[in-house]
């Protein structure tokens, strides 16, 4: 079998391998927080509405982006800065050059390791509907980096 994830560079990848690459671990589905003066982005454990935290999958995935417009589509967006991306992130991994892990679901043939590798935020997060815009900063984590 190919492991064309670790051979194709991110342009070169249709919509479905794309979509393939997400490892499910809805981390960018995180809200997260910039440092004004140093730009630092910093992640807390409230997640967005749509985001189902059992399945780790978006609820209404085909118009999260009308639906949130600070959601993006990252492979229509400038993917070249993908720094603000958890570093266990394969689309930040590859576009450094990088291997996927051995937990992502691509290498091990199973959608559950990202969740038994504790990569996930599955039971680490809350919902944005039960947090105030402005209590944001009351939720700050250290598990993504």
């Known amino acids: ?3 064309w994830w670790n051979s194709k560079g ?5 919509r479905t391998e794309w979509e393939a690459l997400c490892d499910r671990c809805a981390k960018c589905c995180l809200h997260k927080l910039e440092d004004e003066d140093d730009g630092e982005v910093v992640y807390t454990k409230v997640r967005c509405r749509y985001l189902n935290e059992k399945t ?17 589509d990252l492979k229509v967006s400038d993917w070249h ?3 603000w991306l958890p570093s266990t992130c394969a689309y930040r991994l590859r576009a450094r050059g990088e291997r996927l ?9 199973s959608a559950h390791t990202v969740h038994e590798a504790g990569v996930s935020i599955r039971g680490r997060a809350i ?11 009351e939720h700050i984590v250290h598990w993504v980096e």
């Open 1 to 3: 079998m190919s492991d």
């Open 10 to 14: 991110l342009d070169e990848l249709n």
């Open 56 to 72: 780790c999958r978006c609820s209404d995935y085909s118009r999260r982006t009308s639906l949130v417009p600070s959601c993006l």
């Open 81 to 83: 800065g993908l720094d």
């Open 101 to 109: 892990p051995s937990w992502h679901p691509l290498e091990s043939g």
């Open 127 to 137: 919902s944005e509907e039960y947090v105030h815009p402005d209590g944001l900063d």
